[in-house]
């Protein structure tokens, strides 16, 4: 680990989950989880495109999958697209009727930074990681002001662990046999998972984007889940493949593309940008990620969506 990066230490037994968050590089996340039984199920909401300043996000709905998170003891990560952010003064994007009212003033920016770690704040002890978006990174680049890095900041000092990630990167979710100091050292008993993830470029009318992210899976190797945003749908797909083991013996490993789906409701009232254009209805909410370190090796994968 590079010096300077963090190490968080999270949770007590029967309060929440036991991890430690490691801040590896720009690139990689470790959540470290202690484990003592392999029954054992724990929890990752997964979730994108919230748009949380938007009027249309459903804020309502969002914060019934926080609490249902926090009653799972599990933590979530956030791949982008947190906040819309495109009613700045010289945003030619901006509508009267999209910004919500607590934003109004001449510190737009700032106003949304606070509004948004301040309604974050009951969770904020279980959000792991907040990635960039395009409309972060859009900020960036036409105002020279970065929004995740405000937000994460604001919660960070009031005692959050979350991580700022970049637009693509890695997690590991590494299980260990709690206690067993001798299996650690001999790296036993240790079980990791690998999650890659991109917000997205890509959409699809026909394939949802399922076709991008099959692509997209392919030059993450590494990674036995893969994840993405952007496009607002809300997929689980298996991408099997082919493994040769020391043996020479070939077994069909399998992998799994996600896309988290949004909390942005901009289908009805009859008109918007969304109906004006055709755009298909989303389907909103986000995705539960469910880990089970194996008794052999590997870590069971279980996925469903947040309803």
Request: charged fraction near 25%; glycine fraction near 12%.
């Amino acid at each position: 680990m590079g010096s300077g990066w963090r190490i968080y230490r999270l949770g007590a037994v029967g309060e929440a989950m036991k991890c430690e968050v490691i801040r590896h590089s720009p690139e990689l996340t470790e959540i470290r989880i202690p484990y003592t039984s392999t029954t054992a199920q724990y929890n990752f909401f997964l979730a994108s495109d919230i748009h949380l300043d938007n009027p249309k996000c459903d804020r309502k709905l969002f914060k019934k999958h926080l609490d249902e998170m926090k009653q799972r003891k599990g933590k979530a990560l956030f791949f982008g697209d947190v906040m819309c952010l495109m009613q700045g003064k010289k945003d030619r994007r901006g509508s009267k009727g999209d910004i919500r009212p607590e934003h109004l003033g001449g510190n737009y920016f700032d106003l949304v930074f606070n509004e948004t770690a301040n309604w974050l704040k009951p969770w904020q002890d279980d959000i792991v990681m907040m990635s960039d978006g395009n409309h972060e990174t859009a900020i960036i680049n036409y105002n020279e002001v970065d929004p995740l890095g405000n937000v994460v900041r604001i919660m960070r000092d009031s005692g959050s662990p979350v991580e700022h990630m970049r637009y693509q990167g890695f997690v590991w979710f590494t299980f260990y046999q709690e206690g067993n100091i001798a299996a650690q050292q001999r790296q036993e008993k240790i079980r990791r998972l690998t999650l890659g993830y991109h917000h997205g470029t890509w959409g699809g009318v026909i394939t949802k984007g399922t076709l991008g992210g099959g692509r997209y899976a392919s030059i993450m190797p590494d990674a036995d889940v893969i994840v993405n945003g952007h496009n607002h749908e809300r997929t689980i797909v298996a991408h099997p493949c082919y493994r040769i083991n020391n043996k020479g013996e070939q077994r069909i490993e399998q992998r799994w593309h996600i896309q988290t789906g949004t909390y942005k409701q901009e289908f009805k009232g009859g008109g918007g940008f969304a109906i004006e254009k055709i755009v298909m209805p989303k389907s909103l909410g986000g995705i539960w990620l469910k880990l089970r370190p194996r008794n052999s090796t590997g870590v069971e994968i279980t996925c469903e969506p947040a309803t």
